[in-house]
Nanobody, 114 residues
Framework: QAQFVESGGGLVQPGGSLKLSCAASGDIINIFTMAWYRQAPGNDRELVAHITRSGSTYYRDPVGGRFTISKDNAKKMGYLQMNSLKPEDTDVYYC????????WGQGTQVTVSS
């Protein structure tokens, strides 16, 4: 069974940084193309950043220039470096494969507050 385990979230002050990690296992053979999503209670899950097989990246406007998505195919690990965090970045963050969505993991809570 496919499984994602997200980690690295926490409470940080505005302007701070966090690095999220995503471990893929089970039926997930590769993470050539992966993405990070966010979701607030009562809201739909939305795409934050996406990286393709070739390494091309896409960022939702509010995070462009502040977040960096990366991955290690051999380890089946994904990462999201989050810098210059703002209160509006507060949410639960998830990873998945956008071309073939798998069951969602538990996510990791990011809270930006002074």
């Amino acid at each position: 069974q496919a499984q994602f385990v997200e980690s690295g979230g926490g409470l940080v002050q505005p302007g701070g940084s966090l690095k999220l990690s995503c471990a893929a296992s089970g039926d997930i053979i590769n993470i050539f193309t992966m993405a990070w999503y966010r979701q607030a209670p009562g809201n739909d899950r939305e795409l934050v950043a996406h990286i393709t097989r070739s390494g091309s990246t896409y960022y939702r406007d509010p995070v462009g220039g502040r977040f960096t998505i990366s991955k290690d195919n051999a380890k089946k690990m994904g990462y999201l470096q989050m810098n210059s965090l703002k209160p509006e970045d507060t949410d639960v963050y998830y990873c998945n494969l956008p071309s073939s969505l798998k069951p969602w993991g538990q996510g990791t809570q990011v809270t930006v507050s002074s």
